[in-house]
């Protein structure tokens, strides 16, 4: 058993004296950094920055015996658990993230500097929502649209009818800005559909689109693909000419077929 525990430990990233300081604490239930160096064969200075170290892991806890002297005592791995699967998450999250990035790769010019490329992504709800709304300030003369309005709405906890929406819309109207939307066939978009004289809009609807899931919002120097996860929901900001011509094509190609 304690070879099978030290093994799973140091696949958790824990060191050789980490590991060796725990297990010294189950057997021992408690002992001060004294006793620790005197049954671990370790100098005093690695057992005492390897007790830090296992305190910050949330591993020991500090008991105090006296005005002078500490006691050390293991805790459960629950701790240990808990960091694991916050890295199994940032890990699933940078993976969703590369998968966004496949069809930006030819786009993207090594020899640039960061900031001039073009391509940014935003990450968290904020932005999500944040990057969505400013589009009718940022479009000149047309909106174009294609993928789910329905499932933006559900990943930014926003509706048809809420405040944001409605803005969106009424500032959008307000300049003269035309829409033109390609989305998924649904009951809700029937019935936003019976709207578009009144809201300068023309609504198109098929049932396979080739951006299903997510929402692609385009405007003359911007065009922004939300990629509308629940639990990593993000913006990819383009503005790189290439990339913003072949995202037009692929849209006008669609909407007159």
Known sequence: MQKKLSYLLSTAE??????????????????????????????????????????????????????????????????????????????????????????LLPFID?????????????????????EYLKFPSICKDEYLHIGSMENYWNVANMSDDCPEEMGFRNQRMAKGIYARVVDMETDVMENIQRRDSFELRTLKMN????????????????????????????AIVMKQKDLLDLHKNNFNTLWNS
Do not use: H, W
């Not at 892991?57 to 808990?82: D, F, T």
């Not at 940032?90 to 966004?100: A, D, M, V």
């Not at 090594?110 to 944040?130: H, L, M, P, T």
């Open 110 to 130: 090594i020899d640039q500097e960061e900031e001039s490329e073009g391509i940014e992504i935003k990450e968290g709800v904020d932005a999500f929502r944040e």
């Open 207 to 234: 049932r396979n689109l080739p951006v299903m899931n997510n929402y692609l919002a385009m405007a003359e120097n911007q065009s922004t693909l939300f990629i509308c996860d629940k639990e990593n929901p993000r």
């Open 14 to 103: 824990l060191k050789p004296e980490e590991i060796k300081i725990y297990l010294l604490l189950l057997k021992q239930q408690k002992a001060t950094i004294q006793e620790i160096t005197a049954k671990s064969d370790l100098n005093f200075m690695m057992v005492y920055r390897t007790i830090k170290k296992l305190y910050e892991r949330g591993l020991i806890e500090v008991i105090q015996l006296n005005n002078k002297q500490k006691a050390y005592k293991p805790l459960s791995l629950q701790a240990l658990i808990k960091t694991i699967d916050l890295q199994r998450r940032k890990l699933s999250r940078l993976e969703q993230s590369l998968k966004g990035l496949d069809s």
